[in-house]
């Protein structure tokens, strides 16, 4: 899901261009976790931009008070936060500190907007990059939601075959399907 997005290097060089051109305006700030720390708050309000430079965080899903899911884990130079900004305005997942210490660069969400005005192929790949992740996550409930349906059916060969794509997908998508097929065995 994460990690297979082909105009990430892009855009965190122009990022990184973008900071050095706009620094005054911009005025990144260092921001330093520890381990277990929570970055962003699923359904807070998104107010600011992160680039993670040192580290590595998970991005984590949660419903109603259950336990957190844990989508995928990203390393440096992981950029952060920008689906609330271009989204709905709030974030739609936690970004928590797994291997710490995490050093990140901090850019507050309205100055950043102000700044694309003059970096409009920044802009464009921003929004690639929110509309590549946005797709790929619907990849995945896609996936998900046939492997239910197969296994409801009693479709083994489709369920194997879904499985074997959620697996594809990254690690963690591949231990909730591989917890599917135990359940699937289970209930037969």
Excluded at 2 to 7: A, F, R, V
Aim: hydrophobic share 40%; charged share 20%.
């Amino acid at each position: 899901m994460w990690g297979q997005e082909p105009q990430l290097q892009r855009v965190r060089e122009r990022l990184k261009l973008l900071l050095a051109i706009h620094t005054n305006e911009l005025q990144p700030t260092t921001v330093h976790a520890q381990q277990g720390e929570l970055l962003l708050k699923q359904n807070a309000p998104a107010k600011h931009l992160l680039l993670l430079t040192q580290g590595k965080v998970a991005i984590q899903i949660q419903h109603q008070g259950q336990s957190p899911h844990t989508l995928t884990v990203v390393e440096a130079e992981a950029i952060l936060g920008e689906m609330g900004l271009f989204g709905g305005g709030i974030h739609s997942n936690d970004v928590r500190v797994v291997d710490g210490p995490a050093e990140l660069l901090q850019i507050c969400g309205d100055d950043l907007l102000k700044a694309l005005i003059y970096d409009s192929d920044l802009l464009i790949e921003l929004l690639s990059l929110v509309s590549e992740r946005a797709c790929n996550a619907n990849k995945g409930i896609t996936l998900l939601l046939d492997s239910i349906n197969a296994a409801y059916k009693g479709d083994d060969v489709l369920l194997d075959k879904m499985l074997t794509e959620l697996t594809s997908l990254n690690h963690y998508i591949s231990q909730t399907a591989q917890q599917l097929k135990k359940l699937d065995k289970k209930n037969k």
